[in-house]
């Protein structure tokens, strides 16, 4: 169907939703090559950032391969409360006003996931320039054991060779980086192509599963 033009974005139910909710990473990566928006939102229980997130938060390997399809990371470190105090009862419950416009630090700092946030962030780190992180998200990933080299991240200059691949990604566009035939006919040599791809983070394509936290 895909290889006919059947189009990944049209049903009610996104498609690829159902695959990250199976965990099936061979029908993500087909929907993603194939077009699928990798920065939909869910209009049940909706968050600030783009929902595929929140079924990735657990297992590298699909948590790479949403980032290395033009995921927008920024979002998830756009808090509006900065460094001042969050709610406590921010989550607490089902209500409307819970979980309209969730953002991600109130999600990676839940009881029950927020072991996983010094991972997910050391992760995502790897596809954005220089962020800030709130107040409420920086007390907990204090506590992990990968907060040291999160911080020296964040408290130095990125690499200009990191800078550059993400300029280029951004110049290119989610559906160029994609699409094999593109990067065929692009005029650069193929280590250099492989960069820009971020091969050395597809778990996937590398058949590397132990990435699963």
């Not at 929907?31 to 209009?43: D, E």
């Not at 951004?170 to 593109?182: D, S």
Request: glycine share 4%; with cysteine.
């Amino acid at each position: 169907l895909l290889n006919a033009g059947a189009l990944p974005n049209q049903d009610p139910i996104n498609c690829l939703q159902i695959a990250l909710r199976m965990g099936n990473y061979e029908l993500m990566n087909l929907l993603l090559r194939h077009g699928a928006n990798v920065n939909y939102f869910c209009r049940v229980n909706t968050t600030h950032f783009p929902s595929a997130l929140q079924y990735a938060l657990k297992d590298e390997v699909m948590l790479r391969m949403l980032m290395n399809y033009g995921y927008d990371v920024h979002r998830c470190f756009d808090c509006p409360r900065g460094n001042s105090s969050h709610s406590q009862y921010v989550t607490d419950g089902w209500t409307s006003t819970v979980i309209k416009d969730t953002m991600f630090c109130e999600v990676i700092t839940l009881s029950w996931l927020k072991h996983l946030s010094g991972k997910v962030v050391r992760v995502m780190l790897d596809y954005v320039d220089h962020v800030n992180i709130c107040w409420k998200l920086e007390a907990v990933l204090k506590e992990q054991k990968l907060w040291p080299d999160i911080n020296w991240i964040l408290t130095n200059p990125r690499s200009l060779k990191h800078l550059c691949r993400l300029k280029i990604r951004e110049c290119m566009g989610r559906l160029r980086l994609r699409c094999p035939v593109f990067m065929t006919f692009l005029p650069l040599p193929n280590c250099l192509k492989d960069y820009i791809l971020y091969k050395e983070y597809d778990l996937y394509g590398q058949q590397n599963f132990t990435g699963t936290y």
